[in-house]
């Protein structure tokens, strides 16, 4: 089993910055990956950024490619999300992913463990 907690969620005006946390507890071999996706009331889930934990490897979604960056600090066994020029189209509730592969996928279907999320709303 691996479990997620995110935190640094809150609300900002347009053009500001936040960073989010996951930090990870667990099994290390279900977590060779972690992606951030996010999901906005009525709409599916969507593919933020993933790196690898061992090398750093990251991918990020064509919206937030610029604005956001991926981290991993593997001595506090955690993932940041750093955004960057906040918009009103980034609100939602951003999620903190686990998966056993060594694949930056942006497909969710790949990730086997899920935080609890945590809550971005950006104001115009």
Do not use: H
């Not at 907690?5 to 977590?31: H, K, P, Y």
């Not at 969507?46 to 490619?65: L, N, Q």
């Amino acid at each position: 089993q691996v479990q997620l907690v995110e935190s640094g969620g809150g609300l900002v005006q347009a053009g500001g910055s936040l960073r989010l946390s996951c930090t990870v507890s667990g099994r290390t071999d279900s977590r060779n990956a972690m992606g951030w996706f996010r999901q906005a009331p009525g709409k599916e889930r969507e593919f933020v950024a993933a790196i690898t934990w061992t090398f750093g490897r990251t991918t990020y979604g064509d919206s937030v490619k610029g604005r956001f960056t991926i981290s991993r600090d593997t001595a506090k066994n955690t993932v940041y999300l750093q955004m960057n020029n906040l918009k009103p189209e980034d609100t939602a509730g951003y999620y903190c992913a686990a998966s056993g592969k060594y694949s930056t996928s942006s497909n969710p279907l790949m990730y086997d463990y899920w935080g609890q999320g945590t809550q971005v709303t950006v104001s115009s």
